[in-house]
Nanobody, 127 residues
């Protein structure tokens, strides 16, 4: 069983920054890629960013490139999402997720490629 706990969400003004963290416990964290998704009210959950098991490969949603950075610390079993230049449209509940396949060569981007999810953390960006 894997447990994922997100933290770091909150209310921020447009143009501000937040850093989300996701602490993992359970199976060998370092063997699995991790992803960040978000879900705004009335919208589907969408892929934000993902990072390979080694941390060597990161992938971002096209609309977020240059503003968001995903990273991980395998020793701390934690994945991070640094969000800069936030916009009101970034308002959503942000979820971290663990890839279901160990040592995947590429970064998974589909929801069905992840099997464990955190409870989510709310990010609200005011204009």
């Amino acid at each position: 069983q894997v447990q994922l706990v997100e933290s770091g969400g909150g209310l921020v003004q447009a143009g501000g920054s937040l850093r989300l963290s996701c602490a993992a416990s359970g199976r060998t964290f370092g063997n699995y890629a991790m992803g960040w998704f978000r879900q705004a009210p009335g919208k589907d959950r969408e892929f934000v960013a993902g990072i390979s098991w080694s941390g060597g490969i990161a992938y971002y949603a096209d609309s977020l490139k240059g503003r968001f950075t995903v990273s991980r610390d395998n020793a701390k079993k934690t994945v991070y999402l640094q969000m800069n230049s936030l916009k009101p449209e970034d308002t959503a509940v942000y979820y971290c997720a663990a890839d279901k396949s160990p040592l995947r060569v590429v970064v998974a981007r589909r929801r069905d490629e992840y099997d464990y999810w955190g409870q989510g953390t709310q990010v609200t960006v005011s204009s």
